[in-house]
């Protein structure tokens, strides 16, 4: 049994495992999309919640004036479009920040 055999059968048992993980998974995205994290727990994977750095950035962030509360209260459902909302818009949109380096 040469070395180039075994290679070959290293690599037919880890892509035959991978179909196996592949099946599985699909399978739980089938049968058990409501509880897909804890199923895919139980058959060895392990979940991670990402940071999302905009979100977090964004849920730190304050207005910083009138304008500023008025799109935050319309973006969050408080306030309806309106020809008012759509100029304070445009106006912060394209109001200038200082640089920062």
């Given at each position: 049994m040469g070395k180039k055999y075994k290679d070959d059968t290293l690599d037919d048992y880890k892509k035959l495992k991978d179909e196996v993980i592949i099946d599985k998974v699909n399978e739980i995205f089938r049968s058990?999309?409501?509880?897909?994290?804890?199923?895919l727990k139980e058959i060895g994977f392990e979940y991670h919640e990402e940071d999302d750095e905009e979100e977090i950035e964004e849920r730190k962030a304050k207005p910083k004036n009138k304008n500023q509360r008025k799109l935050v209260a319309y973006f969050e459902g408080e306030e309806d479009a309106s020809e008012i909302i759509f100029a304070v818009f445009i106006?912060?949109?394209?109001?200038?920040r200082p640089i920062s380096h």
């Open positions: 058990r999309s409501d509880s897909y994290i804890a199923a106006t912060e949109r394209y109001a200038k």
